[in-house]
């Protein structure tokens, strides 16, 4: 079964400051690995060497994996957009494991939509403590989104979180 990797203290710091200066290839799989997606997930998403390239971030310590599949047979990449946006759209503002569930598919969403370019935005949203820290971030991405993939994906992703 296909292995789910999740970045370690070390990936997270290198996100954050870039310390271990890693190459553009290594550091954009570092960006998609969530702890959620299975290597199958991720393959597409990395363009050249997915396989080699999740082997040296784990191998340098950059990432870990934290099960297998059958542990997330629900969230691959294909159906998560479905049941997402409903628990997103209306509880999210309750608070717990709705917010953290709507953060977690917006930072997917951005990584999805806009690659490599989302980084800076998705760090920011996952350091976000409540649905008033992520608000303008999401309004922010939907911006980003709009110059990069156009309107309607735009709109479709402030649909689905809430912002308008």
Sequence with gaps: MPLIYRKTAKGLTEIETRAHRLPPRLRSALIL????????????????????????????????A??????????????????APAPAAAPAAAGGNDFDSTRRAAVRELNDQLGPAAESLSIKMEKARNLGELTPLLVQG???????????????????????
Excluded: W, Y
């Design 33 to 64: 690995v969530d702890g959620r997606r299975d290597v199958n997930d991720l393959k597409p998403l990395i363009t050249q060497q997915a396989e080699e390239t999740l082997s040296s971030l784990a191998e340098q310590g950059f990432i870990e």
């Design 66 to 83: 934290v099960g297998e599949t059958a542990r997330s047979a629900s969230p691959p990449p294909a159906p998560a957009p479905a049941p």
């Design 142 to 164: 939907a911006q980003s989104i709009a110059a990069m993939r156009g309107r309607s994906a735009a709109e479709a992703f402030a649909k689905r979180f809430g912002v308008g």
